[in-house]
């Protein structure tokens, strides 16, 4: 329909592009919407969703919750826009980390998102510290790209490890931008790690976090479908499709229990 690929329409290189261009701040999300409405209306009759559930930096542009509740009035089921598009998934992480002082981390592609009890952060991504690196795209033969990623996750770390004060970081989760394996090797993003297979442990190893605890690694459309079901918990969807939209539309299909208790 569009003749080019989904994130260039739906993700933040549109959105720079166009005010580059000069686009007024009030209308960037209005430029979004005929692509999201056409992805929308193909996922929801492949996946049979009974709702829809929307975050990322960029459901939280000017006019974007009014707008896209008419864009998406023809729809066939409910579009939710998360209470807090750029932070919801880091708050719903604090509530997977089973520990009294734990930390979150949201790698993505434009920027790190992170919270703690009492504190969150976002640290923005230097492109020409760390460029984009796309499918296809050669990745530099000495690694250094993935050297330069790894201080910039554990920078972010430890700052936000500050804002515990004296206390210990006793629980981490940390969600990537990546499909990860069940031995945590990385699949292909803009950061060029693909198939780093010591990845997480280079991370941890770099920030040098006092305490221990468990650490809970996944990838960050996982993170946002768990903040999604907390989000819409009272509403009793089944089949809800989480999508964040950053530097490009991400997707998971939360399927809930309706079940007392549940």
Known sequence: MFERELWELLGAPRVEADRRAGVPE?????????ALTSALEQLVHRHAVDAVWLSGGLAGLEGFEVGVAKATSKLGCPVYVSESPRFAPVHA????????????LDVGQTSIKCASPGAQHVFERDLNQLPRLFIGMPRPTDGHHIVVAVRFIANALRTCARDLGDLTVEGLCLALPCPLDEALV????????????????DILEEAALPGGGTVLVLNDAELAAEAARMELRKHKHRRILCLTLGFGPGGALLITSTSPGK
């Open 26 to 34: 009030a209308q960037l999300a209005e430029q979004l919407f005929p």
């Open 93 to 104: 992480g604090l509530g997977l980390v089973e520990a009294r002082t734990p930390l979150v």
């Open 186 to 201: 990385p699949g292909g993003c803009t950061y060029g790690w693909e198939g780093h297979a010591s990845l997480v442990a």
